[in-house]
């Protein structure tokens, strides 16, 4: 090209880290930005119906692709997304967060522009922006292009979103290409620190007559599925993940025994944790929604903690080793025990009997949430990915197991009530493909009707790009989880009946809705759905404003 401009190069190095898609909504402080977006062939600007929904479709692209981006406008645009950003900082999700803002000229002369607060204080969204970003960029003619490599560099090497701002003007200044590729930076363990953790560790380890994995979020943060594979067969331990952490391997794994969520789990899974002489963790978040509103019993003593950049062993910390390279080690040092000896049945054999049994014909009785969980199970698919939003939804698919090659993506932590709709939209896009043709992998999405009317509207983007998802809505007649917590009959909890199911015809997609309020015709909803993969498909499913998850009861109980 005749010129190269930080727009340009903010760009190449965006795709350079893996970023295909770039979602936000157009304003007149980003437009020349956005102009560079549409004419690179290498990324495609998705724009979305708001600013919020482009962060939660940047966030949910951000988890299946390792690292999303979004682009707002100043003020207004960057307020709206802030939220979505939030959400991403909470449960570690790299997103890079851009905004374009006015020009250098503007902002030294403290003028009254629009999308401002008529201060002439043009950092103060900025400033917000500094509490929920684990790094800022604030590009000047003089410091973009190191800016740009510094900023990226931390969002990949934190796991955490980080934020650029862009003035317009310095968009089209012209810069030097860069001669090379952008190389991620990649965290370096201590070898001594790192050899004697290991040696720790293992000393543990084998000395522990029943031992256990407890695996969560951090291992789908630096994508180390593999490598907790490959633990799993070196040692042969049990293992089971938190809530934040379903899916991490196919849930029909041997070893595999189910969820820990404190007192809320399965009995069995909560003895075999909480009895063991000895419990690894790997990437655990303890949070409210994870341990079963802190019911979760778990020794310090006897306690190995293996996170990010860290380990902490009882009451020490080491500090300065990755995880990989502790995963590794250990996979190479300890020995495999004979799963007899290590007194665990795997999840499997603990399913209910709906679970393993297909569930055949169906009646003309209402469809409960048992029966939803149950014949939802035998829908799955190897490699689905599944959306599941806050709420029934969540805890109701957090029983449901999940066949080899699944992901399932679910805001535990944050639990912005709408997420999951934009969120859809960021997976599909996203799609690693890990050997498999992005095609064949369906993309589901699990959302109840109130939290649905929150984003609603990013189905017309999704409809608009010709995505072909599946989405259940569970129509209970407003929000359920929180009649469950508190105000059953209270006002705030209802909410203004849609024709959900009419959406797709109303967006003028390319898609198919019905309503279904009988076991028989959610069986047929589910038959068209598995036949039909030209179209998106959206099944609104009825069931009573008070059935609730067991599990979700259970936790509440706490």
Excluded at 510 to 538: C, P, R, Y
Aim: with cysteine; aromatic share 8%.
């Amino acid at each position: 090209m005749a010129t190269f401009t930080v727009g340009d190069y903010l760009l190449l190095r965006l795709e350079q880290i893996g970023i295909k898609h770039i979602f936000g909504v157009a304003g007149d402080y980003n437009m020349e930005f956005l102009d560079y977006i549409v004419n690179h062939n290498g990324i495609e600007l998705i724009p979305t119906c708001n600013e919020l929904n482009a962060s939660y479709a940047a966030d949910g692209y951000g988890r299946l692709n390792g690292i999303a981006a979004l682009i707002t406008t100043f003020g207004v645009g960057e307020l709206s997304a802030i939220n979505g950003v939030a959400g991403a900082y909470a449960e570690h999700v790299p997103v890079v967060a851009i905004t374009g803002a006015p020009a250098t000229k503007i902002q030294a002369l403290g003028s009254l522009v629009h999308h401002t607060l008529g201060t002439g204080d043009f950092s103060m969204f900025a400033r917000m922006y500094e509490q929920v970003t684990v790094a800022q960029a604030y590009l000047t003619n003089e410091n973009a292009t190191t800016e740009i490599d510094g900023v990226l560099g931390i969002c990949l090497l934190k796991k955490l979103p980080v934020y650029i701002s862009i003035p317009m003007d310095v968009a089209l200044t012209e810069v030097s290409a860069p001669s090379d590729s952008f190389i991620p930076p990649v965290f370096q363990s201590d070898g001594a620190t790192l050899a004697e953790i290991v040696d720790v560790c293992v000393n543990i380890l084998e000395k522990a007559s029943q031992p256990v994995i407890l695996a969560d979020i951090g291992v789908a943060r630096y994508h180390l599925h593999e490598q907790l594979r490959k633990l799993l067969t070196a040692t042969g331990y049990p293992y089971a993940t938190m809530n934040m952490g379903k899916g991490l391997l196919e849930e029909t794994h041997p070893q595999f025994i189910g969820i820990y969520n404190g007192a809320a789990s399965e009995e069995s899974v909560r003895k075999r944790i909480e009895q063991a002489d000895c419990v690894l963790t790997i990437g655990a978040l303890m949070t409210d929604f994870n341990t079963g509103k802190f019911s979760a019993k778990l020794d310090p003593s006897q306690t190995i903690e293996v996170h990010g950049q860290y380990v902490k062993v009882k009451h020490a910390l080491y500090n300065n080793v990755a995880m990989a390279d502790v995963l590794s080690a250990l996979s190479q040092r300890l020995q495999r025990r004979d799963p007899q000896t290590l007194n665990f049945k795997s999840a499997t054999e603990n399913l209910d009997a709906g679970f393993i049994t297909p569930i055949e014909g169906g009646s003309s009785a209402p469809i409960t949430q048992q029966y939803f969980w149950h014949r939802f199970a035998h829908f799955l698919q190897e490699d689905d990915i599944i959306v599941a939003e806050t709420g029934t939804c969540l805890f109701g698919a957090s029983i449901v197991p999940l066949p080899k090659g699944a992901t399932f993506v679910g805001q535990v932590l944050w639990g912005a009530i709408g997420y999951s709709v934009a969120s859809l939209l960021g997976c599909a896009l996203a799609k690693p493909t890990a050997g498999i043709a992005a095609s064949q992998r369906r993309s589901i999405l699990l959302v109840g009707d109130g939290s649905f009317q929150m984003t609603a509207q990013e189905l017309s983007t999704i409809l608009r790009y010709n995505l072909k998802p599946i989405i259940f809505l569970i129509n209970n007649d407003g929000y359920t989880i929180e009649r469950d917590i508190h105000g059953e009959r209270m006002p705030y909890n209802d909410i203004q009946p849609w024709n959900y199911h009419q959406l797709p015809k109303v967006f003028g997609g390319n898609g198919w809705g019905i309503k279904v309020s009988t076991e028989s015709q959610l069986d047929k909803a589910l038959q068209t759905a598995q036949q039909n993969h030209d179209q998106l498909a959206f099944i609104e499913v009825v069931m009573d404003k008070m059935d609730s998850p067991e599990v979700l009861l259970k936790m509440l109980q706490q």
